[in-house]
C-alpha cells in the first residue's frame, strides 16, 4: 500500500477494513447479528454438551452394549428388537427430518406457535376429539336425516359447538389467498 508516495506495509487492521468493505462480507455480518440470540443458544448449548461429553459417551457405550446383546445370545431388555430394521427406520426418519427441518424452524419460530392460546386451543381441540371419539366407540349413534340434525341442533353444546366452527371457517375464509 502507498501512503504520501511511500510504500508501507499491509497491517491486519486494513486487511479487516478492506474485507468489512466488502457487501458480502457485511451482509453475512448483518445476519450473524440478526441472530445473535440464536448463536449464543447454539453455543450455550455446545458447551452444556461439551461438559457432559463424559456422561453422553457412557450412555452411548451402553447403548451400543444392548444393542450387542440383543443381536448376540445374551439375554437383554431389547432382545426382541430388529436391529437392522431399528436403523433402517432412524436413517429414513433422519433424511426425512432434515427435509422437514426449514418447516419446523418456520413453526418454531412462529409467533403464533409460541403463543399460550395456541396451546389452549390445541389442548381443548385434543380432549374434545378424544371425548368424542370413546363415546361414539361406547354408543354410535348419528341423526337420521333432516328432522334428526334438527334435533341435535336443540342441544346447547352442538349449537355452540357447530357455532365455533362457523367462525373458524370464517376466519380461515378471510387468511386463505
Not at 446383546?69 to 428388537?81: C, D, I
Request: glycine fraction near 10%.
Amino acid at each position: 500500500m502507498a501512503v504520501n508516495g511511500q510504500l508501507v506495509a499491509r497491517s491486519p487492521g486494513s486487511d479487516l477494513l478492506e474485507r468489512l468493505d466488502d457487501p458480502g462480507t457485511a451482509s453475512a455480518l448483518g445476519q450473524l447479528l440478526d441472530h445473535a440470540d440464536l448463536l449464543a443458544l447454539l453455543v450455550s448449548g455446545l458447551d452444556g454438551f461439551l461438559r457432559r461429553g463424559d456422561t453422553i459417551t457412557e450412555a452411548v457405550v451402553d447403548g451400543v452394549r444392548d444393542l450387542r446383546g440383543a443381536a448376540g445370545s445374551t439375554p437383554s431388555p431389547l432382545a426382541g428388537v430388529d436391529v437392522k430394521a431399528l436403523l433402517s427406520s432412524l436413517t429414513s426418519l433422519s433424511g426425512s427430518l432434515a427435509g422437514a427441518t426449514p418447516t419446523l424452524n418456520s413453526l418454531l419460530s412462529s409467533t403464533l406457535m409460541t403463543d399460550p392460546r395456541t396451546a389452549t386451543t390445541l389442548e381443548l381441540m385434543g380432549e374434545a376429539l378424544v371425548e368424542a371419539t370413546e363415546t361414539d366407540a361406547r354408543t354410535p349413534s348419528a341423526p337420521a336425516g333432516v328432522f334428526g340434525l334438527l334435533r341435535a341442533l336443540k342441544d346447547p353444546d352442538v349449537a355452540r359447538g357447530l357455532g365455533l366452527l362457523i367462525q373458524i371457517a370464517k376466519a380461515l375464509g378471510r387468511k386463505l389467498p
